[in-house]
Structure formats: structure tokens, C-alpha cells
């Protein structure tokens, strides 16, 4: 598959874009990122119909298709099939606390506040604006009422629920924050599928997300991610021309106020953390 890549067109079919990002949707983005990361030539298409199908992001190339819902989702497959930019980073001993944290805690976190505590317009634009607003309302309704039932929220739990979330999220951002230090990538300075995971939770995150959002403050105050977010993004996104025209995230950030949680064994063993 690697070396047919060269020779066939390959194409990673996403959401559309907004908020002056390629694609709006962080499954999307994270697969846009690892390909820019892993310098695999592709060609964006934008899958403007079925925007809840769990099939998005896709990648293309010949008769070669691999979909997000596949096992493993479609980073897993494109490490697999096309290029693995993590060999030698997997087996370390801090791949494993750092992917749950970004696959759990943040992503729980960012879908949180897209569908269930925050403002709702920005999963709407991501996700439902080029459908007649009746069809828009309720896939919305439905993804906010599944996952609703995913997290257990209730409205007698729903504020313990959420503190529970920013909680896990605040301490994913202290522990990764003191990971990467100087280092322009998390694992031997050089880039990985996590790396592209953390970018695309990141970028989603201050620029789809209003001023208000509870996440969007967190992110900002590690001045650490977001030099490191800056960087990625004018290497991998801005460099190239994009469709949107939205202005960038801002870049004032202060640093961290506090470092509790600065290695893995005391992250994991909080209270909040369910194996």
C-alpha cells in the first residue's frame, strides 16, 4: 500500500470546513494532521451528506478504502495500510497513559461541550449547517440525547457530571503540558499519531468553541500546547491554502498556574479515573 501510494490518487473524505480549519470535525482533522505528519500526499474531498454517519473521515486510494468505524478507527488502519509514523513510540512506556487520556478524557471532554454543556451552535456548524434546520435540529437532538446516556447525565447529576469531565480534562492539560516541555513533538521530538489526536482536540477546541467555554480557558492557560499548537498549525494548515477564511485562534496564553499532576502514576490514580 505504501509504495502503490505514489502511484494512485489519494483522497481523505471529510466534513467540510469552518472556523478556518480544513474540516470542522475532530476525528476528521485528526486524520488530515496524521497524513500532513506522516508527509503523505492526498487531495481533500468533503462529504456533504449523511453528516452523522460514523463511516467519516475516509481514505481512499484505488481500490483501496478504509472508513472510520472500521476497528481501531481510521489512524489505526492508515498506520497499518498506508504509513505507521509511531514505530518504535507505541511500545514506550508512557504511550499507552498519554493515548488514554487524549482518547478519553479530551475527547469526552470536546464532545461535551460541542453537544451536551456548551454553546450548541458550533457542533451545528460543524456538523449540520448545509441540512434544512428541521433535519439539523434533530440529528443534533439525538447525538446531545446518546450521549447524554453514553455519560450518565441526568439533571440531578448533570453539575457533578460536569465537573467530573473538566476535571479529567484540566488534568490531561497539566500532565501533557509537562510532557512536552520544550520538545517540538510529544515522543523524541519527532511526530506521532498522538500528536495529530492532541492537534485536532486543540484546534477544534479555541477555534469552534466561543470565548466562553470552559475548555477553550483551560487550553489557554498552558502557554506550553498552545506555543506547540501555533508551530504545528502554520507548518501543517496555514501553509497550505484553505477554504475558510475564519480568523486564527488567539495566541495570548499564560502559563499553567499549577503543575500537581507532572507524571502519569499521579494522574491515574485520582479519583475520577475509572480503567
Known amino acids: 500500500m505504501a509504495e502503490s501510494s505514489e502511484r494512485v490518487r489519494n483522497t481523505l473524505v471529510v466534513r467540510k470546513p469552518c472556523y478556518g480549519l480544513p474540516t470542522g470535525c475532530p476525528q476528521c482533522l485528526a486524520a488530515y494532521l496524521y497524513l500532513k505528519l506522516a508527509q503523505v500526499p492526498f487531495a481533500v474531498d468533503y462529504h456533504l451528506n449523511y453528516p452523522d454517519s460514523d463511516k467519516i473521515p475516509y481514505f481512499e486510494a484505488g481500490d483501496y478504502v478504509a472508513y472510520d468505524n472500521e476497528k481501531g478507527g481510521l489512524i489505526e488502519s492508515l498506520k497499518k495500510d498506508v504509513v505507521d509514523i509511531d514505530l518504535g513510540l507505541s511500545s514506550l512506556a508512557d504511550w499507552t497513559p498519554m493515548k488514554v487520556m487524549l482518547t478519553t478524557w479530551l475527547a469526552d471532554a470536546l464532545a461535551y461541550e460541542l453537544w451536551v454543556g456548551g454553546d450548541s451552535s458550533s457542533a451545528y456548524n460543524i456538523y449540520y449547517s448545509g441540512l434544512p434546520w428541521p433535519i439539523g435540529k434533530f440529528l443534533f437532538w439525538k447525538q446531545a440525547h446518546l450521549l447524554k446516556l453514553q455519560y450518565g447525565v441526568t439533571k440531578d447529576n448533570a453539575e457533578v457530571k460536569e465537573e467530573e469531565i473538566y476535571s479529567r480534562a484540566n488534568s490531561a492539560y497539566d500532565a501533557l503540558s ?60 496555514d501553509a497550505d491554502p484553505s477554504p475558510s477564511s475564519d480568523p486564527p485562534f488567539p495566541s495570548d496564553a499564560s502559563s499553567s498556574a499549577s503543575r500537581a499532576h507532572s507524571n502519569w502514576s499521579k494522574i491515574f490514580s485520582g479519583p475520577w479515573f475509572k480503567a
Not at 468553541?209 to 498552558?222: A, F, I, N, Y
Open 178 to 237: 509537562t510532557f512536552l516541555g520544550g520538545q517540538n513533538y510529544f515522543f523524541e521530538n519527532r511526530p506521532s499519531s498522538l500528536d495529530a489526536i492532541f492537534l485536532a482536540h486543540a484546534l477544534v477546541v479555541l477555534q469552534a468553541l466561543p470565548e466562553t467555554s470552559v475548555l477553550r480557558t483551560k487550553l489557554l492557560e498552558h502557554a506550553d500546547l498552545v506555543r506547540y499548537l501555533q508551530k504545528c498549525k502554520t507548518e501543517l494548515i
